[in-house]
């Protein structure tokens, strides 16, 4: 019997598009394929940890030789080094859980979201709005009655309600949260709640800047934390929407 190549094509292309389109207009438009990675890439990723936990050290190192020198106001200071870098350190991270969200299915796709909206919670709440004021007079009143308290509600009620709206992955988001691998963003909130519920007590500009430097480390492991998630993307047991893996 003779096979209709054409035809054969012509189907593969018309089941790809039913996928698509289940998968959404966004998710359709940035359909792609899982490539499984390469073993020679171990390496490489072994070095990129290397470096990035020798530039936390050394960046640990700098701050303290610095306190010792006689620093800590400068750098702990509002607006200072220590807030600055912590903005900084926030740019890729929301970047990186973003995309996950754009590129990812299933669990990887919601986890993406969810951390991405609380990193944009942190980020809200490092900002110095006081510092932004002068430049527009509708700016400074919204500013003045609460502009960075409306946001951080605003954000945060957005988190919950898209976790609720996708309850059904909270399963899939548990086995995501319990792999060794989400050890930074787990860290990254203990850290934060060590800066905020025992630190932000301390008095006097050595206390500001050790509750500065405990949060900087904790903004560079949520960074941590969105490389590691994004490497998810492609994920044959995470990557994959809910009724594939039922």
């Known amino acids: 019997m003779a096979l209709d190549v054409h035809r054969v094509d012509a189907s593969a292309k018309t089941v790809e598009h039913i996928f698509s389109a289940r998968a959404g ?17 171990r390496p490489l990723s072994f070095l990129a940890w290397a470096a990035i936990l020798l530039a936390i050290i050394a960046f640990n190192g700098y701050a303290i030789e610095q306190l010792r020198a006689g620093d800590a106001r400068v750098l702990g200071r509002e607006n200072g080094p220590l807030e600055n870098a912590q903005l900084l350190l926030m740019v890729p991270a929301l970047a990186l859980f973003w995309f996950a969200w754009l590129r990812g299915l299933g669990a990887v796709r919601v986890a993406g979201a969810l951390l991405a909206m609380i990193g944009t919670i942190a980020f809200t709440r490092e900002v110095d709005f006081d510092s932004l004021t002068g ?27 898209y976790l609720f709206l996708q309850r059904r992955f909270i399963w899939g988001l548990l086995q995501l949260g319990l792999r060794w691998q989400a050890w930074p963003c787990v860290a990254f909130v203990l850290l934060l709640a060590t800066a905020n519920f025992y630190l932000n007590d301390l008095t006097g500009s050595t206390g500001h800047f ?20 994004s490497k998810l993307i492609g994920d044959p047991e995470f990557d994959s929407p809910l009724e594939a893996r039922g």
């Open 25 to 41: 207009p966004l998710e359709g438009t940035l359909a792609r394929s899982h490539p499984v990675p390469a073993s020679g890439s």
């Open 135 to 161: 430049g527009s007079a509708w700016f400074d009143w919204l500013v003045a009655h609460g502009l960075q308290d409306g946001l951080l509600a605003f954000f945060g009620l957005a988190t919950v309600l």
């Open 210 to 229: 050790w509750e500065e430097l405990v949060e900087t480390n904790g903004y560079f492991l949520f960074a941590l934390a969105a490389w590691q998630h």
